[in-house]
């Protein structure tokens, strides 16, 4: 498994509580570990469900850049030549 430094985040203990417990309820992490007995260092583990939730945000990324240069109407006419390809493959 890769170790990955921890992400220092600025925020309140109650913010960083409620970010976490609605992390856990959509099941995209799965544990936390405590850095030391004493430490207010929270580390998170990814779930496999987080780790594809990631993947797609890096894949969404790509394309919002990939398309930055296209307008409204270019976007629209991917869109349905892409939806054709796609109905004449099923």
Same mark, same amino acid.
């Given at each position: *498994?890769? $170790?990955?430094? @921890? ?5 309140? $203990?109650?913010? +960083? +509580? &409620?970010?976490?417990?609605? /992390?856990?309820?959509?099941? #995209?992490? %799965? &544990?936390?570990? =405590?850095?030391? @007995?004493?430490?207010?260092? #929270?580390? !998170?583990? #990814? ?6 939730? /990631?993947?797609? &945000? =890096?894949?969404?990324?790509? *394309? ?13 006419? #991917?869109?349905?030549? !892409? %939806?054709? *390809? ?5």
């Amino acid at each position: *498994m890769v $170790q990955f430094p @921890p992400i220092v985040v600025s925020h309140t $203990q109650y913010t +960083t +509580t &409620k970010w976490k417990k609605s /992390l856990v309820t959509y099941e #995209l992490v %799965s &544990k936390r570990i =405590k850095d030391t @007995p004493k430490s207010r260092l #929270l580390r !998170l583990e #990814l779930t496999d469900k987080g780790r594809e939730m /990631l993947k797609i &945000k =890096k894949y969404s990324d790509c *394309m919002n850049l990939s398309l930055s240069d296209f307008t409204i109407e270019d976007r629209q006419e #991917l869109y349905s030549v !892409l %939806s054709r *390809m796609y109905t004449k493959l099923q």
